[in-house]
C-alpha cells in the first residue's frame, strides 16, 4: 500500500462512517458523460495514457447529509482497454498483463464511506487480475443538478495509484540504460457522471 492511501486510511479512522442510510438516492454511471483513465510511465521517459470503455456502476449518497457519500460500486470490463494502439492493447489483453480470458472483470465494491467538507472518502474492496484487495480512495461528489430532459445527476472524480505488481500484474523488461521498460504504479482518474434511479410506480 502506497503513502497516500496509508493516509487517506489513516483519516478514514478519525470519520464518522456512514452506513445504513435510509432513503439514500441512488444514482447510475452514464456511460456517455463518464471517463475511466489511466497512466503508466513508459522506459523511465514518458507516460503511456489509456482508458476503458466499458463499466457500470452505482453511487449512493445521503440526500440529508448534503448527498455525503454513501457506497460506489462498479465494475469495468478489462477487455475494454484502450491505449490507441491495437497491438499494444492486444498485449495488454494477453496473459502477460490482464489475461481477460481468466479475468474478465475489474471491480471495486466499497464497504465503507466518511465525510468531511468537500470531500468524501470511501473504503471498499478492488479486484484486478483475480487479486482482491482493501484500498481507500477519496473522492469529490458535485450536485445534483437538474439536466434539459428532468433527470437528476451528480458528478464524481477520484484519483488514486495502485502498484500493479501488487495485482500480479508483473511482466517487465529492464533496460540496458536502467530502469524498466513499464512503470509499476499507475495513476487511475476517473470523472463520472450519474443518473438518479427513479423508484418505479406502484
Known amino acids: 500500500m502506497n503513502r497516500a492511501v496509508r493516509l487517506a486510511a489513516a483519516?478514514?479512522?478519525?470519520?464518522?462512517?456512514v452506513t445504513g442510510v435510509r432513503g439514500a438516492d441512488t444514482y447510475k454511471i452514464d456511460p456517455m458523460h463518464t471517463h475511466i483513465g489511466?497512466?503508466?510511465?513508459?522506459?523511465?521517459?514518458?507516460?503511456v495514457e489509456g482508458k476503458f470503455k466499458e463499466f457500470e456502476g452505482t453511487i449512493v449518497v445521503n440526500p440529508d447529509a448534503k448527498n455525503a457519500l454513501v457506497s460506489i460500486?462498479?465494475?469495468?470490463?478489462?477487455?475494454?482497454?484502450?491505449?490507441g494502439v491495437e497491438k499494444r492493447d492486444n498485449h495488454l489483453r494477453s496473459a502477460d498483463f490482464f489475461d481477460v480470458?481468466?479475468?474478465?472483470t475489474i471491480t471495486f465494491e466499497s464497504k465503507k464511506a466518511a465525510h468531511k467538507g468537500p470531500r468524501d472518502i470511501v473504503g471498499?474492496?478492488?479486484t484486478m487480475h483475480g487479486v482482491a484487495k482493501?484500498?481507500?480512495?477519496p473522492v469529490t461528489v458535485k450536485g445534483p443538478i437538474k439536466d434539459p430532459m428532468g433527470n437528476t445527476r451528480i458528478g464524481l472524480k477520484a484519483t488514486i495509484t495502485v502498484n500493479r505488481k501488487d495485482y500480479g500484474l508483473t511482466w517487465n523488461k529492464a533496460l540496458e540504460a536502467g530502469g524498466l521498460m513499464v512503470g509499476e504504479d499507475v495513476e487511475i482518474e476517473i470523472n463520472a457522471e450519474a443518473v438518479k434511479e427513479v423508484p418505479a410506480a406502484k
Open 73 to 83: 460500486n462498479g465494475t469495468i470490463q478489462a477487455t475494454s482497454i484502450d491505449t
Open 38 to 47: 489511466f497512466s503508466v510511465a513508459h522506459m523511465v521517459i514518458n507516460e
Open 124 to 126: 471498499g474492496t478492488f
Open 134 to 137: 482493501d484500498i481507500v480512495i
Open 11 to 17: 483519516v478514514v479512522l478519525g470519520f464518522a462512517v
Open 101 to 104: 480470458a481468466k479475468f474478465p
